[in-house]
Every structure is written in C-alpha cells, then in structure tokens.
T-cell receptor, first 114, second 109 residues
C-alpha cells in the first residue's frame, strides 16, 4: 500500500519568513495530493490540493509543488503570520482499484513567532 | 446545511464498556471514513465505506466495528473499550475532497 513520509515534524519560524513542508510517497499510481490544516482543537480542513497532471499550484500565500519522478511534493507558505500556526498534514491518494482512500503523513506542527 | 456532524463530542468510558459513535452527513457523499488521531501519529484510518450497505477495513480496524445502514449515517462501535482506544475520532466524507466532522474525544479509563 501507499506510504507517506512528512518532514519536518516541527517547524518554527519568525513572522514574515517562509515555511516549507515536504512529503514523499511510495505508490506511483497516486494522482491526488491534498494538504490539510488543523488548528488546535479543530477539525482538519483542506487548504490546497494538486493533481498529478500539474507541477505547481498557488493560492495567495500558499503553493504546492509536485515532482512525480522523485515522488515528492511540498507545501510552501510565504510571508507567514501567527494565524498560520497549526498542524499541517499532507496526503496521497490513488484511484487504483477504484478505491479513493488517501494515506496521510504524520503531520507538521508549524509555529509562527510574532 | 450542517455538513458533517459527530455525536457525542466527548465521552469517558471504563475499560470493558461499549459505545457507538455516530457520524451524520447531509452532503450526499458516497464515501465515509472513520479515523483516529493520536499525538505524532497523524490520521489513521479505522474503517471506511464506499456506499450504503458497504464497509471495509482500514489501517487500524482491530477492536472496532462499523455499519452504514443509511447513506447519511456511519456508525463506529467499540464493543469492549480498552485504554489503548483513548483518542480523538474524526469522521470524514468525500466526493473527491474530504470533509471532516468536528471530532469526538474519547477517554477510556
């Protein structure tokens, strides 16, 4: 089955700096890669996603890049703000076998210091 | 339009007790999932359903059972709770993007 590795587990930055979170996956059939943000005590919520036919996607201060050859994808947050502090999860999902079951990374705790 | 709801929000059980967690959705999604979240472990899939009347095992199914008798509801049961099942449980639905419920915090003493 799919295996997703996420690094780092904790990331501490100063307000205004950029933050990068990296994930690798093992199943070459995976074709959908979402990123979720989970604030303390809240539910995970989708912030951005990318499909395997696209190399990069941006939405204001966040962007995701995908390297299918190397099987890794990354989340980039620019001009970080204290409200970006949260746990971020990457996931990879394959449609192989007709089953749309994502596999999650273990999460990155991002701390943005004012 | 409530989206995805979970009941209860909190529960404390004694070892050996049983309980059922309810997930309800009004999004008409076929796929529903139960996850547990433990510190440093991410979201681990317990069971999932691809439609009414179907269920399948996920990564960590032992000690749990599920039922999907109606499309809008997905029940997670613990027949004999153990301290190792202390966790936060999230339900999710999907038709592509996943939508999560607010979670149930379960403590087993």
């Amino acid at each position: 089955g799919e295996n997703v590795e996420q690094h780092p587990s904790t990331l501490s930055v100063q307000e205004g700096d950029s933050a990068v979170i990296k994930c690798t996956y093992s199943d070459s059939a995976s074709n959908y890669f979402p990123w979720y943000k989970q604030e303390l005590g809240k539910r995970p919520q989708l912030i951005i996603d990318i499909r395997s036919n696209v190399g990069e996607k941006k939405d204001q201060r966040i962007a995701v890049t995908l390297n299918k050859t190397a099987k890794h994808f990354s989340l980039h947050i620019t001009e970080t703000q204290p409200e970006d502090s949260a746990v971020y999860f990457c996931a990879a999902r394959s449609a192989a076998g007709g089953s749309y079951i994502p596999t999650f990374g273990r999460g990155t705790s991002l701390i943005v210091h004012p | 339009n409530a989206g995805v709801t979970q009941t209860p929000k909190f529960r404390v059980l004694k070892t050996g007790q049983s309980m059922t967690l309810l997930c309800a959705q009004d999004m008409n999604h076929e796929y529903m999932y139960w996850y547990r979240q433990d510190p440093g472990m991410g979201l681990r899939l317990i069971h999932y359903s691809v439609g009414e009347g179907t269920t399948a095992k996920g990564e960590v199914p032992d000690g749990y059972n599920v039922s999907r008798l109606k499309k809008q509801n997905f029940l997670l049961g613990l027949e004999s709770a153990a301290p190792s099942q202390t966790s936060v449980y999230f339900c999710a639905t999907s038709r592509g993007e996943q939508f999560f419920g607010p979670g149930t915090r379960l403590t087993v003493l």
